[in-house]
């Protein structure tokens, strides 16, 4: 299995302001995926971390509300812009690694927007 | 119509029981299908994996997939408290895509 930080773990933010989550993985994968999950409710992909071009977008998510980088294979930010508190949610980084057909997770960040 | 269905729950059954949780999909392009178990607070955890029709058995957990119905099952022998989670079931189309979660069963295990 593959080994997945994901950070912070949890946050509390002020509505208006940014939070970026790092999710860094132990070995070189190939795709990263970064994941919804609002309270009760199941995973809702955001979007495919690309590396080296740009995230691909799910219908409902844009670039500028959830800005994302990959700048190598082991690597991945998602950040939540100008939040609400509609963005309270866990987000969760998924990898899938080369070749693979196992899909396995962080543990997930838990943002609060107040 | 969600490509991967599942009960929401909960389901709530006394130690010891056999547990079945199941799902229905409608893409019948799939390949794989995953059983994640997610604890409260906690990401998904991969439970198992299989690829085609027919059982798959680990420890007490066995993973059913039959294609002809579009229909997966997961089954848990002499459950125990510590089994109480939400399980997930997902369908993946091979190695490169990203997965389709069903919406998860609670499950309750009762000392």
């Known amino acids: 299995s593959a080994v997945i930080s994901q950070k912070p773990s949890r946050d509390i933010c002020q509505r208006g302001t940014s939070l970026t989550i790092q999710c860094q993985v132990d070995?070189?994968?190939?795709?990263m995926f970064w994941y919804r999950q609002q309270p009760g409710q199941s995973l809702t992909l955001i979007a495919t971390?690309?590396?080296?071009?740009?995230?691909?977008?799910e219908s409902g998510f844009v670039i500028d509300k959830f800005p994302i980088s990959r700048p190598n294979l082991t690597f991945s930010t998602l950040t939540v812009s100008n939040m609400s508190p509609e963005d309270s949610s866990i987000y969760l980084c998924?990898?899938?690694?080369?070749?693979?057909?196992?899909?396995?997770f962080g543990q997930g960040t838990r943002l609060t927007v107040v | 119509q969600k490509e991967v269905e599942q009960d929401p729950g909960p389901l709530s059954v006394p130690e010891g029981a056999i547990v079945s949780l199941n799902c229905t999909y409608s893409?019948?392009?799939?390949?794989?299908f995953m059983w994640y178990r997610q604890y409260s607070r906690k990401g998904p955890e991969l439970l198992m994996y299989?690829?085609?029709?027919g059982n798959k058995e680990d420890g007490r957990f066995t993973a059913q997939v039959d294609k002809s119905s579009k229909y997966i099952s997961l089954f848990i022998r002499d459950s125990q408290p510590s089994d109480s989670a939400t399980y997930l079931c997902?369908?993946?189309f091979g190695a490169g895509n990203m997965l389709t979660f069903g919406g998860g069963t609670r499950l309750m295990v009762k000392p």
């Open positions: 998924s990898v899938l690694r080369t070749g693979g057909t196992e899909a396995f």
């Open positions: 070995s070189q994968v190939t795709m």
């Open positions: 971390a690309n590396q080296g071009s740009e995230a691909t977008y």
């Open positions: 893409n019948s392009a799939f390949q794989y």
């Open positions: 299989t690829y085609s029709s």
């Open positions: 997902a369908g993946h």
